[in-house]
């Protein structure tokens, strides 16, 4: 059997020094994940795996489990009867993390050990810089580079106006305008990839992240979806994370589409750096940027030099963080004290609302 280089999955002095302190046990990188189950590549070939039950004992959250991109020891590098056994995580260097669908406030880790984060983004029905500024949040926060990539520049007729738009957004952050209906449309997209890099695609679906990666691949190997016309909406292409080694070197992860993308945690100080600016400005440090006199952000609102939206987004993530590592009973006064001021003045307004009924 052909040794595998780990080295070109991007198996660092990094992971290789902290694999060390766990002998008889060996790396290898996730490059699936289904459910419970895991598909890992060793320097022997791929494997499923499976958590230890120590592991699982000890996993406080879905973010303590092992993710697409994650470095693992498993207990062999060559299949035999069952699956491999992954005992240890390594120490992520990066991970984009988003808050857990449905009602739990915990975490889903989308990919772990990533370089680049592409923010895909369509430049047709699908362009919202709203979820660009989400996206751009959680970015900064997983200490992965986000690089904005504009997708379907074919069908785009006012490309100047939607890149002065981004760079309203996007202060700091290189954008790509591309095609992928163009033999070259990727081309710009190469001079980020490199040996041993990981790249993470994100963005909703059918705006052409797997139609970039099949372009990188030099084969169709994920399967394609276009946004729909009759709604903008796109159709799930890719149902898994799944990592890919390139051909001419270079990693990346595919992931499902997320056209509703929850914050849970994220680096507001640099995804809105312009209105953290602003506000260092503010006649009070305390200001609420609402009716104080000498607020900077509501001034510059005013003169039309920040748009009202974006900070109305602003605040609206900012609500959404500070719930992160709330506890459920946290979490409900916290809820309370946000709508009434707390519990006792909840309690005074229901009595007066009875009161009022019993007249």
Excluded at 154 to 171: F, H, K, Q, Y
Excluded at 188 to 206: D, E, H, L, M, Q
């Amino acid at each position: 059997m052909n040794l595998i280089d780990l080295k070109r999955y991007g198996f660092t002095d990094k992971f290789e020094g902290e694999s060390a302190f766990y002998p008889g046990f060996f790396p290898a990188r996730v490059t699936e994940q289904h459910h419970s189950l895991y598909r890992v590549v060793t320097g022997r070939g791929e494997l499923q795996a499976g958590v230890s039950g120590k592991l699982l004992h000890a996993a406080d959250g879905t973010e303590d489990f092992p993710a697409v991109g994650d470095w693992v020891m498993v207990d062999r590098v060559e299949g035999g009867a069952g699956d491999a056994v992954i005992h240890h995580i390594l120490g992520r260097k990066s991970a984009f993390v988003r808050k857990a669908a449905g009602g739990s406030n915990g975490a889903q880790i989308v990919a772990a050990n990533i370089d680049v984060v592409f923010i895909c983004m369509s430049l047709n029905a699908d362009f919202n810089l709203r979820r660009l500024e989400r996206y751009l949040a959680i970015a900064w926060e997983s200490r992965a580079v986000p690089v904005i990539v504009l997708t379907k520049e074919d069908l785009c007729r006012d490309l100047p106006e939607r890149l002065s738009e981004i760079s309203s957004v996007g202060a700091g952050t290189d954008v790509i305008a591309c095609s992928s209906m163009e033999e070259n449309g990727y081309e710009s997209v190469k001079a980020y990839i490199a040996g041993g890099r990981t790249i993470a695609f994100i963005g909703s679906s059918g705006v052409g992240k797997s139609t970039l990666i099949n372009r990188l691949m030099g084969e169709d190997i994920l399967a394609t979806r276009e946004i729909r016309e009759s709604d903008a909406r796109g159709r799930h292409a890719t149902t898994h994370r799944q990592l890919l080694l390139l051909p001419g070197g270079g990693i990346v992860i595919d992931t499902p589409g997320m056209r509703e993308l929850q914050v849970y945690k994220g680096n507001l100080a640099r995804a809105f750096e312009d209105i953290e600016d602003l506000a260092s400005r503010c006649r009070y440090a305390d200001c609420s940027h609402t009716v104080e006199p000498g607020c900077a952000v509501r001034a510059a609102i005013d003169r039309g030099e920040l748009a009202g939206k974006r900070f109305e987004n602003y605040v609206k993530l900012q609500r959404e963080t500070s719930y992160e590592g709330l506890n459920s009973r946290q979490l409900e006064e916290e809820k309370i004290n946000r709508m009434f001021g707390g519990k006792g003045e909840m309690k005074r307004l229901m009595r007066a609302a009875k009161d009022r009924k019993g007249r």
